[in-house]
C-alpha cells in the first residue's frame, strides 16, 4: 500500500457479504481491506467494513454500480454503505422561515459552503388552502374558497415573496461586503407542509448537510411536539446541523471539541467514520457520552467506552479522544454541566433510525433537547 493513500470505507456488510466484494475488487486490480467495527464481539458475521485507498474511490464506485448483486446489497438494503457517493449533491440546504433564528442558520450555511466549496439552497415552504373538505369522507361537501378569501390568499403570497426577495437582498448585501463569503445560492419556493415539502427537497436533491436554526425554550410544549426541526432531525437521511437559538454561532473552523453521544451500537461506529470523513480537515477533540440509568452496569458501561475510547485513538490518531458517563436522572442538567466544564462547540448524535434520541434519551425529554440546548446539535449518518 502506498503509504501516502488514504484509507476510505466503501462497504459495511456482513462479513461473508465483504469477503465476495473483496474479491471482485481485487479481480479489478483494487486493493482492499476488511475491518471489523465490532468491539463487544471481536468474532461477528456482521458489521465489517471493507476499505480502500481513496485514490481506487472512482473506480470501485463503477464495480458496484455495475454488479446488479451489489446494488441490491450494497446501494439499497445499506443506503449508508457508499458515503461519499456521486448520488450526494455538494448543496447546503437552508430552511428558511424568514424569523432571526433562520438568518443565524444563514450565517453558519454560507460559511460552511465555503469550506466545502458547496452551493447554498435557501428553502421557503408556505401553506395555502384553496379549498378544504368539509368532512373526512363526504367528497361533495368540498369548500371553495370566496373571493375575500381568495384575496386574502393573493396577499399572503404578495407577502412571502416580498419576504424572500428581501432575504435574498440581504444575502446578497453580505456578500458584497464580505460578510459572507462569494458562493453559489439558489432560492426555492415551495407549497405544502413544511416538513413534508423540506424531507422531499432534501430526498430529491441529496445535499450533504442540512443547515436548521431553532427557537429557544421559552415556546409552548405544543410548538415543541409540533417543530419543523424535529421532524427533520428525526427523519432526514442527510446531515442535520440545528442552531439554538441561544447558540454562539460558530464558524466550521472554530467547532473544535464535539461530545459524540452513543449507546454502543456498532452503527454509531459507522456514522463517526461518515463525520470524520467528511469534515476531513477538522482536528477535533471528541467526548463519547453514555447515558446510563442503572448504576450497576456502570462499571461495564465504562469499559466499554474505554474499549470505544482505545479504537478511536487507534483508527484516528490526529483526533483527541476522551469519554464520560451521565446519569440519567435530571439528564438536561448534567448535558448542561457537562457542555460547560468541556467546553463542548456541538453535540453530536447518530440517526440511523427515527426517533434517534430516544435511544438515549427518554422520550419526553428528547425533543426538549433540540430546544433547551444552547449548544448545537449535529445528527449525522
Same mark, same amino acid.
Given at each position: ?20 466484494? &473483496? ?28 476499505? #480502500? ?5 472512482? &473506480? ?31 448543496? #447546503? ?19 460552511? /459552503? ?11 415552504? !408556505?401553506?395555502?388552502? #384553496? ?9 361533495? =361537501? ?36 464580505? %460578510? ?8 426555492? =419556493? ?34 415543541? #411536539?409540533? +417543530?419543523?426541526? /424535529? ?15 441561544? /447558540? ?17 451500537? &456498532? ?26 440509568? @442503572? ?15 482505545? !479504537? ?10 476522551? !469519554?464520560?458517563?451521565?446519569?440519567? %436522572?435530571?439528564? =438536561? ?7 460547560? %466544564? ?9 440517526? !440511523? ?18 430546544? @433547551? +440546548? ?8
Amino acid at each position: 500500500m502506498n503509504n501516502d493513500s488514504k484509507l476510505v470505507t466503501l462497504a459495511i456488510l456482513t462479513y461473508s457479504k465483504a469477503q465476495i466484494l &473483496q474479491t471482485i475488487l481485487e479481480n479489478e486490480g483494487i486493493e482492499s481491506y476488511i475491518q471489523n467495527v465490532n468491539l463487544i464481539q471481536p468474532v461477528i458475521s456482521s458489521g465489517v467494513r471493507v476499505r #480502500i485507498n481513496e485514490h481506487d474511490l472512482p &473506480q470501485a464506485l463503477k464495480v458496484v454500480e455495475s454488479s446488479v448483486w451489489l446494488q441490491s446489497e450494497v446501494l439499497n438494503e445499506n443506503d449508508t454503505a457508499l458515503w461519499g457517493s456521486e448520488s450526494k449533491e455538494n448543496k #447546503i440546504l437552508i430552511p428558511v422561515d424568514f424569523s432571526a433564528y433562520s438568518e443565524r442558520a444563514c450565517d453558519f450555511g454560507f460559511k460552511l /459552503a465555503d469550506q466545502f466549496h458547496a452551493e447554498v439552497v435557501l428553502l421557503h415552504v !408556505y401553506y395555502s388552502p #384553496i379549498y378544504f373538505p368539509g368532512t373526512s369522507y363526504d367528497t361533495e =361537501l368540498y369548500q371553495f374558497a370566496m373571493p375575500e378569501e381568495m384575496i386574502s390568499v393573493r396577499n399572503m403570497m404578495q407577502r412571502v415573496h416580498t419576504q424572500f426577495k428581501e432575504l435574498a437582498e440581504k444575502v446578497a448585501a453580505k456578500i458584497a461586503s464580505g %460578510e459572507y463569503p462569494d458562493v453559489k445560492y439558489t432560492c426555492v =419556493l415551495k407549497e405544502g407542509v413544511a416538513e413534508e415539502e423540506i424531507l422531499r427537497y432534501a430526498k430529491s436533491h441529496k445535499p450533504f448537510i442540512i443547515v436548521m436554526g431553532t427557537r429557544g425554550e421559552n415556546e409552548k410544549e405544543q410548538s415543541l #411536539i409540533g +417543530s419543523v426541526t /424535529a421532524e427533520i432531525v428525526e427523519r432526514s437521511s442527510a446531515f442535520v446541523y440545528v442552531i439554538p437559538e441561544a /447558540a454562539t454561532i460558530k464558524s466550521v473552523e472554530e467547532l473544535k471539541r464535539i461530545a459524540v453521544f452513543t449507546s454502543f451500537d &456498532q452503527r454509531d461506529l459507522i456514522a463517526f467514520d461518515s463525520l470524520v470523513t467528511s469534515f476531513k480537515e477538522q482536528q477535533f477533540e471528541i467526548t463519547f457520552v453514555h447515558i446510563s440509568s @442503572h448504576a450497576e452496569k456502570r462499571e461495564s458501561n465504562e469499559k466499554r467506552l474505554l474499549a470505544l475510547q482505545d !479504537y478511536f485513538r487507534k483508527q484516528y490518531p490526529h483526533l483527541k479522544v476522551e !469519554y464520560t458517563v451521565l446519569d440519567d %436522572e435530571n439528564l =438536561l442538567n448534567e448535558v448542561d454541566k457537562m457542555v460547560a %466544564e468541556k467546553h463542548i462547540d456541538a453535540i453530536c448524535v447518530a440517526n !440511523y433510525r427515527r426517533n434517534i434520541f430516544a435511544r438515549l434519551f427518554n422520550l419526553s425529554v428528547a425533543r426538549k433537547m433540540l430546544f @433547551h +440546548s444552547k449548544t448545537p446539535i449535529l445528527v449525522i449518518r
